[in-house]
């Protein structure tokens, strides 16, 4: 009886030690478990706090270039402005020159020697070309200075009225236009007939002696913008003056040859800026391609990156109790 009693006893400590040495390694996993688990957890704090930090200093600097933005924008609209005034100032001047040089021409132009009358000739025509350039910088100033006046706009009725302007040159010439339907689009109907008023002048203007114009529109939509593509069978646009032939001034052919102003494509850039619009030229055999992207509807919120943003996005960032990134 003692030896069974001691036996079950032995049994008991035995089965007592098994279960404390079980609970013991059970115990011991649920620490590490727990421990990893603290580490991991403070390891996505740094994480998260480490990335708030970077958010808050992107948006710092993109603060910072939308506001030098903001002053270059301001800088260009007072030069466009100051530009305009310029040209308003010396149209004057240019009037009374213009007047006085045919006034000279009527009452003296027969009795004048032939160098004299020549160079009377010469003023005049500088005159007429000055002229045509103060009137081509007013538009320009124009189009960036004035408050435009954003409605719905038929493209294909602007086209229309554009092309009917033209209808004597088009038949005299026997170009061929095919436009395909173009949309309705939210955008100030005066900008956008100068634009098309110019694309088209353009593309009757710039061909080859003789040659019968051929000019092409296409319009497709992609997401919220239209992207319409002129091509013409002209002279085309030089590859290497591909990205400057839409500067003011930036002529690729010689006034004798094909008078103007010299800043056609320079308006149409500031009319799709004005639009938040794009316009481009690429390669094309046989003669000159230009592209335009214009937003289907004008958004009234169109504005840069602003620290909100990035405030909302910490919002969503919800750390827990734990290390935290300091201010940069």
Known sequence: MDHAAQFIGGLLCGGVGVAVLALGIYFGRCRARVRRQREHLRAEQNEAAG??????????????????????????????????RVAEALHTPMQNASGFAQLLSA????????????????????????????????????????????????????????????????????????????????????????LFERLLDNALKFQPPGQRPRIHMTARRRGDDWHMVLT????????????????????????????????????CRKIMQRHRGQIWAEPHEGGAQIHLILPHAQSANAGGFALPVVQQMDAQLTLPSGPSAKSP
């Open 107 to 194: 009452q003296y132009g027969t009795q004048l020697p032939v160098p004299a009358g020549e160079y009377l000739h010469y003023l005049q025509q500088s005159v007429g070309q000055l002229a045509q350039l103060l009137d081509a910088m007013l538009k320009l100033s124009a189009a960036g200075q004035r408050d435009a006046r954003f409605v719905a706009v038929r493209l294909q009725q602007v086209w229309e009225l554009v092309e009917q302007r033209h209808a004597l040159r088009i038949a005299a010439m026997q170009a061929e236009i095919r436009v395909a339907s173009l949309p309705e689009i939210e955008g100030d109907p005066q900008l956008l007939e100068e």
């Open 232 to 267: 013409d069978n002209g002279l085309g646009i030089p590859r290497q003056r591909l990205a400057t032939v839409f500067l003011p001034l930036q002529r690729l052919h010689e006034q004798q040859e094909f008078p103007g102003d010299g800043l056609g494509l320079a308006i």
């Open 51 to 84: 990335l708030r930090g970077e958010l808050l200093r992107h948006a710092v600097r993109e603060h910072a270039l939308q506001k030098e933005l903001e002053r270059l924008s301001a800088a260009a609209g007072d030069f466009e402005c100051f530009v305009g």
